[in-house]
């Protein structure tokens, strides 16, 4: 990882939660109004949110293969049922296949007595390049049921380097998938440093040991900023503990404000609103530049 950060010249700060709702989205977004020059990239494939945020003009999209799946040469189908039999996840009815059921593993071409069924690449989503007032955003959405999200996701950052690359951007800021799964081990490749978004709550500090322990496993520096902070002001200790215990920077604190809500109710950020958490969010990408 490191040597790809060299040859690229391009820093990549990576925003995750280990969990949704934390509100690293809308950082993201706040990011995008503080940072110079800049290259976005909305790595939450099976719900992006960023472009809701970011008003993007699509310029150029593509389709993402994700796997294969069977069709059907209906004039060789002779409808004996074996398919039918043999699937286990009841995705072929008499060659008919329904592709949110099936999962692609090619029995039914097996079984097949006439030859009639063959595998093939399957679109499972698409991937798309915008303009935006801030920045080109790459971003991209999976089709309802389908999987493969971590090549999705890889594949959206493989765009976004080109694309900071050529233009001369010194700078990707990614918003990750959340969880700590596939997508988020797709999305840590060549991470500068991660910025994990926790709030003070039980399952959050959880899912933040989580995130932090995905980034020490991939050698990726990571750094945490506590959303909501005076909300619970025992957890938040506890946040802070845990992240002294393994010598991890806590970056910021942002408090609860209604504003980002109302904020957010209308597609702007809480640097675009009324809101008492400006200073705290333009302190933070302060901190977070000496960082990278």
């Given at each position: 990882?490191?040597?790809?950060?060299?040859?690229?010249?391009?820093?990549?700060?990576?925003?995750?939660?280990?969990?949704?709702?934390?509100?690293?989205?809308?950082?993201?977004?706040?990011?995008?109004?503080?940072?110079?020059?800049?290259?976005?990239?909305?790595?939450?494939?099976?719900?992006?949110?960023?472009?809701?945020?970011?008003?993007?003009?699509?310029?150029?999209?593509?389709?993402?293969?994700?796997?294969?799946?069977?069709?059907?040469?209906?004039?060789?189908?002779?409808?004996?049922?074996?398919?039918?039999?043999?699937?286990?996840?009841?995705?072929?009815?008499?060659?008919?296949?329904?592709?949110?059921?099936?999962?692609?593993?090619?029995?039914?071409?097996?079984?097949?007595?006439?030859?009639?069924?063959?595998?093939?690449?399957?679109?499972?989503?698409?991937?798309?390049?915008?303009?935006?007032?801030f920045g080109p955003l790459i971003h991209a959405r999976l089709n309802p049921g389908e999987e493969n999200s971590g090549k999705l996701v890889?594949?959206?950052?493989?765009?976004?380097?080109?694309?900071?690359?050529?233009?001369?951007?010194?700078?990707?800021?990614?918003?990750?998938?959340?969880?700590?799964?596939?997508?988020?081990?797709?999305?840590?490749?060549?991470?500068?440093l991660a910025l994990v978004v926790s709030e003070p709550s039980i399952s959050a500090i959880h899912d933040l040991q989580r995130a932090l322990?995905?980034?020490?496993?991939?050698?990726?520096?990571?750094?945490?900023?506590?959303?909501?902070?005076?909300?619970?002001?025992?957890?938040?200790?506890?946040?802070?503990?845990?992240?002294?215990?393994?010598?991890?920077?806590?970056?910021?604190?942002?408090?609860?404000?209604?504003?980002?809500?109302?904020?957010?109710?209308?597609?702007?950020?809480?640097?675009?609103?009324?809101?008492?958490?400006?200073?705290?969010?333009?302190?933070?990408?302060?901190?977070?530049?000496?960082?990278?």
């Amino acid at each position: 990882m490191e040597g790809d950060k060299e040859i690229r010249g391009v820093k990549e700060l990576l925003i995750i939660s280990g969990k949704g709702g934390t509100g690293k989205t809308t950082l993201v977004a706040s990011f995008s109004r503080l940072a110079e020059k800049a290259v976005f990239a909305d790595c939450d494939v099976d719900a992006p949110d960023l472009p809701i945020l970011l008003k993007p003009q699509e310029r150029d999209r593509g389709a993402f293969y994700g796997g294969q799946k069977p069709y059907v040469e209906r004039e060789l189908c002779n409808s004996c049922g074996r398919c039918t039999r043999y699937c286990r996840f009841d995705a072929i009815e008499d060659g008919e296949v329904d592709y949110i059921e099936c999962e692609g593993c090619g029995l039914c071409e097996l079984v097949c007595p006439e030859g009639a069924i063959r595998m093939e690449d399957h679109v499972s989503g698409y991937w798309f390049v915008s303009d935006t007032p801030f920045g080109p955003l790459i971003h991209a959405r999976l089709n309802p049921g389908e999987e493969n999200s971590g090549k999705l996701v890889a594949e959206v950052k493989r765009r976004a380097r080109e694309i900071a690359e050529g233009g001369g951007y010194g700078l990707v800021i990614v918003d990750g998938p959340p969880g700590v799964g596939c997508p988020v081990i797709s999305a840590l490749s060549g991470v500068t440093l991660a910025l994990v978004v926790s709030e003070p709550s039980i399952s959050a500090i959880h899912d933040l040991q989580r995130a932090l322990d995905l980034c020490e496993t991939f050698g990726v520096k990571a750094a945490v900023v506590i959303n909501r902070f005076d909300v619970s002001p025992q957890r938040t200790r506890e946040i802070e503990a845990l992240c002294d215990s393994r010598g991890v920077e806590v970056m910021g604190r942002i408090p609860f404000d209604r504003g980002v809500i109302e904020a957010l109710n209308v597609e702007k950020t809480p640097l675009e609103y009324p809101s008492k958490v400006r200073s705290d969010i333009v302190k933070l990408w302060d901190t977070v530049k000496r960082a990278l």
